[in-house]
């Protein structure tokens, strides 16, 4: 089943002045469980198809549909909670709020979701363990590392408990042995909780370790291409 | 968890905040305590004029307060007596017979308002009697003494036991005089008062008027002086309506405005240094909201609506805000308090503050309520600074703010 369907995907800036067309008719589908690295060189449009599937711009042309719901149709505030219920987003800068704990940046969602104290006090915890951050759940993001960080940004999207989860360029910052470690916690929870990752990414270490890889050339896709890569967790923490 | 954010959020930047916060208490201080020592003149100058002056309330003849004619004394005085002796509310009062008249030396003459007085009942409500510089307050034992101020002395250029000549109209409006003999020289903080008064017993002002027993004023001190407008809607009641009962306002109108003027300028003042204040405030939470961009859109991409971002930069600005006024509050009420209890001497202004009625002495005071206007208006301050800080964040886009830019 299609999680994500978009058709004609455009996107022209300043269309009265200097046109710059960002994407020029995408058209992919994207099924649930899917790992799927969106690559390609700087400026070809990859961070603008994530912005736009995340419902965070508004195509010029074309339409996004997640889960059969078509996200241009939803009013600005239905549309923000739309994105709270069904997508989990992980930045490149790790995007943590400076002045909550790991743990109340994982609550801090739950908590716009409505969720009750008990409920979301015992996901958060559960989550930070999952991403092998128990011990460090108290902690402000000014004292975990980059990886650590990201980890606990993945735990955050994972809280509202989305249909899948947007990185935008998740591993830019980060070292090789904090990229392996992300990844490894992301394939694991692609695996066991069959949980939907789409990456845009210029790293060949996700790019090598993606299922799909769709590279995006001058806002066009260029390849769409599904990889031999199966998940393999000990192959991977091997790596 | 808003709330718990915007306040982490204020100590993100402890130098910003603790500049913001300082500049706002120190303002705030300086603006209380500046405002405690106007309203500490005002008041001043009303308790000197109730003291020695109008009493809290005063009951005329209709007519005679607009022109002094001494031919509207107080029909049936010694009802209104009774009455106020049995009256609790009442504290004292004294019965005066007044006239204008010319009070004059060898050296000169002034133009002045004569008072006849009974020393005794007259202690009980004016502090005039607290104020001699030379000799008594009208003693038993002197002939037809008078009480005059030491500005009248000294334009008149007599002193203790000097003769001077009254020289006044009768109640059939002959002119008549007789020479008095300074037994008291007085001197208050009202210059305007000292030079427009004088003092004679009662019974000599009836003699020369030949209006034996009569009186033109009753002024009345009550036990407390929030009671005024209950007392004076009471004894209009009792006394009937031919008299003229007013409040110590009514019978100095000017000293009323003076006082409601004194409130609107101290607002006035106030709401200019909040002005002030709010630029300062309205830049840190500019600055705060423009360091913040990503941030801002990373909470709206995760799902933060609106309202929330907005109440978020509200709340922070309130706090910082509130903050700022409550140290500010503090400092003030502690400078106020220690002055008001010692008392700032400012005696080289002695004669100007005098001629505006008051001591050289200014004991600053500021009621509750003002400070609880105060915390409204830093409130309302703190609102409207924010709004825009608040609106800029709310008009970020989040793909646009995720990468730091702002529309």
């Known amino acids: 089943m299609s999680v994500i369907e978009i058709t004609n995907l455009q996107k022209i800036y300043n269309p009265k002045k200097i046109p710059v067309h960002a994407l020029n008719g995408i058209n992919l589908s994207i099924e649930e469980g899917e790992f799927t690295a969106i690559v390609g060189p700087s400026g070809s449009g990859k961070s603008t198809l ?106 955050r999207a994972l809280a509202s408990k989305p249909k899948f989860i947007l990185a935008d360029e998740p591993t830019a910052n980060l070292d090789s042995h904090s990229t392996n470690e992300l990844l490894e916690m992301m394939l694991k929870l692609n695996q066991e909780e069959n949980m939907t990752f789409i990456f845009s990414t210029h790293d060949q270490r996700v790019i090598d370790k993606a299922r799909r890889v769709v590279s995006i050339v001058d806002g066009k896709i260029e390849e769409d291409i599904f990889t031999s890569n199966t998940v393999d967790l000990k192959e991977s923490h091997e790596n | 968890m808003i709330l718990s954010i915007s306040w982490r959020n204020i100590w993100r930047n402890t130098t910003r905040s603790f500049v913001i916060i300082t500049a706002v ?36 003849e209709e007519g005679f307060t ?16 009774q009455h106020l002796q049995s009256d609790k509310a009442v504290k004292a009062f004294s019965m005066r017979t007044v006239s204008t008249g010319m009070v004059a030396s060898s050296k000169g003459s002034v133009g002045l308002q004569l008072n006849g007085i009974n020393p005794e009942s007259e202690k009980q409500v004016t502090y005039i009697w607290q104020n001699m510089r030379e000799g008594d307050y009208l003693s ?13 002395a000294d334009k008149l250029e007599v002193k203790m036991k000097s003769k001077v000549v009254l020289t006044l109209q009768d109640v059939n409006g002959d002119i008549v005089g007789a020479a008095f003999r300074v037994s008291g020289i007085f001197q208050t903080t ?60 009514e019978v100095l109108p000017e000293l009323s405005y003076l006082s409601d003027a004194s409130m609107q300028t101290n ?108 915390m409204i208006m830093v409130f309302v301050t703190a609102l409207l600074s924010s709004i825009y800080p608040a609106v800029k964040a709310l008009s970020l886009r989040p793909a646009e703010a995720l990468q730091g830019i702002n529309n």
């Open chain 2, 140 to 152: 038993e034992d002197s002939r037809k003494p008078i009480l005059i101020s030491s500005k009248t």
């Open chain 2, 66 to 81: 607009a022109n002094k004619d001494v031919k509207l004394f107080l029909k049936n005085a010694d009802i209104i007596e």
């Open chain 1, 50 to 155: 994530l912005n736009m599937i995340g419902g965070l711009d508004e195509p010029t042309e074309g339409k996004v549909i997640i889960n059969g719901v078509d996200i241009s149709t939803l009013s600005g505030r239905q549309l923000i909670d739309f994105r709270l219920k069904n997508i989990g987003f992980v930045f490149q800068n790790y995007s943590l709020l400076p002045v909550l704990t790991a743990r109340e940046n994982v609550e801090f969602i739950m908590q716009l979701q409505g969720r009750k104290k008990l409920e979301y006090k015992q996901r958060a915890e559960q989550l930070l363990e999952e991403v092998g951050l128990a011990e460090r759940m108290d902690n402000r993001p000014s004292h975990l590392s980059g990886g650590q960080q990201q980890r606990v940004a993945v735990a």
């Open chain 2, 267 to 374: 607002f006035l003042f106030l709401a200019v240094i909040l002005t002030a204040l709010a630029f300062g405030i309205l830049n840190t939470m500019l600055m705060s909201v423009f360091e913040r961009i990503k941030e801002i859109g990373v909470l709206m991409a995760v799902g933060m609506n609106k309202l929330k971002v907005f109440n978020m930069i509200v709340i922070e600005t309130i706090l910082l805000s509130a903050l700022g006024a409550l140290v500010g509050m503090l400092i003030g009420i502690i400078i106020i308090n220690w002055t008001a209890q010692h008392g700032i001497n400012l005696s080289m202004f002695a004669e100007g503050l005098a001629s505006y009625g008051v001591s050289d002495t200014i004991y600053p005071s500021l009621s509750v309520s003002f400070y609880i206007m105060l």
């Open chain 2, 190 to 249: 009202s210059t305007a008062f000292d030079k427009g008064n004088a003092f004679i017993k009662k019974e000599d002002l009836q003699k020369l008027l030949q209006t034996p027993n009569q009186v033109h004023e009753v002024a009345i001190l009550l036990n407390d002086a929030d009671e005024v407008p209950n007392e004076l809607s009471q004894l209009k009641i009792s006394l009937g309506e031919d008299y003229l009962i007013q409040s110590w306002k």
């Open chain 2, 25 to 60: 208490a120190l303002g705030l201080a300086a603006g209380i305590f500046s405002l405690a020592v106007m309203n500490g003149l005002t008041e001043q100058k009303m308790r000197t004029a109730i003291e020695n002056q109008t009493s809290h309330i005063q009951i005329h």
